[in-house]
């Protein structure tokens, strides 16, 4: 009787404590949130107690919040999520992964090809994303295949640079072992090396999909018609001030859960996670 006890008397105090943490994050996001949201008010109505700044009332919380019924009937937000996440943003991270990933694995294993690509790569990396807009215009037919360079030229050295590091702590040991046991050079990628390194390759792309957030959004001021930068630049022409905020809300909601996703993802591949649960 007491042997069935013991487990359930250690099982509810983990789960309790686990109730605890999340309930302690939940109320500091909460907290957070208020307070950024009070601020926000407190300005506004500064702003609007100035006779010469009275008219951007419409950037208050209110009128933002009281805003989103409108362009959700509308169907302003949904395309709007839709051209910018699904047919930019998703493809040139896709690209950027199926690039980056593969060439960080040969910077990391290869010493010769990482002396010979340092200085080039380097160079590359550092030129601005945004400045290769005009030759992205004049090579591509449409502006999405634009884009999705510009976020694609962005997006795969974070990814590449950090898998070649994740590789790089790889013990030599773990290949040896595997040669030993008659692993094949594809059987070692899949069991050894992608396994070891997932964690440094998701630590990669939630760099690189802020890196492509910020690219994402001026890119779409220019020459679209749909997307998060487009409703920006149609909301500052139409001087519609609370549909100006509650796109820019809606970017930073979004970009909240990507990232908010890939921290999940890194820690389910943290080799310390695993060690502590």
């Given at each position: 009787?007491?042997?069935?006890?013991?487990?359930?008397?250690?099982?509810?105090?983990?789960?309790?404590?686990?109730?605890?943490?999340?309930?302690?994050?939940?109320?500091?996001?909460?907290?957070?949130?208020?307070?950024?949201?009070?601020?926000?008010?407190?300005?506004?109505?500064?702003?609007?107690?100035?006779?010469?700044?009275?008219?951007?009332?419409?950037?208050?919380?209110?009128?933002?919040?009281?805003?989103f019924?409108?362009?959700?009937a509308?169907?302003?937000?949904?395309?709007?999520?839709?051209?910018?996440?699904?047919?930019?943003?998703?493809?040139?991270?896709?690209?950027?992964?199926?690039?980056?990933?593969?060439?960080?694995?040969?910077?990391?294993?290869?010493?010769?090809f990482?002396?010979?690509?340092?200085?080039?790569?380097?160079?590359?990396?550092?030129?601005?994303?945004?400045?290769?807009?005009?030759?992205?215009?004049?090579?591509?037919?449409?502006?999405?295949?634009?884009?999705?360079?510009?976020?694609?030229?962005?997006?795969?050295?974070?990814?590449?640079?950090?898998?070649a590091?994740?590789?790089?702590?790889?013990?030599?040991?773990?290949?040896?072992?595997?040669?030993?046991?008659?692993?094949?050079?594809?059987?070692?990628?899949?069991?050894?090396?992608?396994?070891?390194?997932?964690?440094?390759?998701?630590?990669?792309?939630?760099?690189?999909?802020?890196?492509?957030?910020?690219?994402?959004?001026?890119?779409?001021?220019?020459?679209?018609?749909?997307g998060l930068?487009?409703?920006?630049?149609?909301?500052?022409?139409?001087?519609?001030?609370?549909?100006?905020?509650?796109?820019?809300?809606?970017?930073?909601?979004?970009?909240?859960?990507?990232?908010?996703?890939?921290?999940?993802?890194?820690?389910?591949?943290?080799?310390?996670?695993?060690?502590?649960?």
């Amino acid at each position: 009787m007491s042997t069935d006890a013991a487990p359930q008397g250690r099982e509810m105090p983990a789960f309790g404590r686990m109730c605890v943490r999340g309930a302690r994050r939940l109320m500091y996001a909460a907290g957070g949130i208020l307070v950024l949201l009070v601020l926000w008010q407190l300005g506004i109505m500064y702003l609007v107690s100035q006779p010469e700044t009275r008219v951007f009332g419409g950037f208050g919380p209110i009128p933002t919040f009281l805003k989103f019924p409108e362009l959700w009937a509308q169907g302003r937000i949904q395309s709007a999520i839709s051209a910018s996440l699904v047919d930019r943003l998703g493809t040139g991270l896709l690209i950027a992964s199926i690039i980056g990933v593969p060439l960080g694995i040969l910077i990391g294993r290869s010493r010769r090809f990482r002396e010979l690509s340092h200085s080039p790569f380097q160079f590359i990396r550092m030129v601005s994303p945004l400045a290769w807009m005009p030759l992205a215009v004049i090579i591509f037919a449409t502006w999405n295949g634009a884009i999705v360079f510009l976020i694609v030229i962005a997006a795969m050295w974070p990814v590449a640079y950090s898998t070649a590091a994740g590789l790089a702590k790889v013990d030599p040991s773990w290949y040896k072992v595997a040669r030993n046991l008659g692993a094949s050079r594809i059987h070692i990628l899949k069991t050894v090396i992608l396994p070891a390194i997932a964690f440094d390759i998701f630590s990669g792309l939630r760099l690189a999909l802020g890196v492509a957030w910020i690219v994402l959004v001026p890119a779409e001021l220019l020459g679209v018609t749909s997307g998060l930068g487009y409703a920006i630049r149609d909301a500052r022409e139409t001087v519609d001030y609370s549909y100006l905020t509650a796109m820019l809300v809606t970017i930073g909601v979004i970009g909240f859960i990507m990232d908010s996703v890939l921290v999940c993802l890194i820690n389910r591949y943290s080799w310390y996670h695993r060690r502590k649960h």
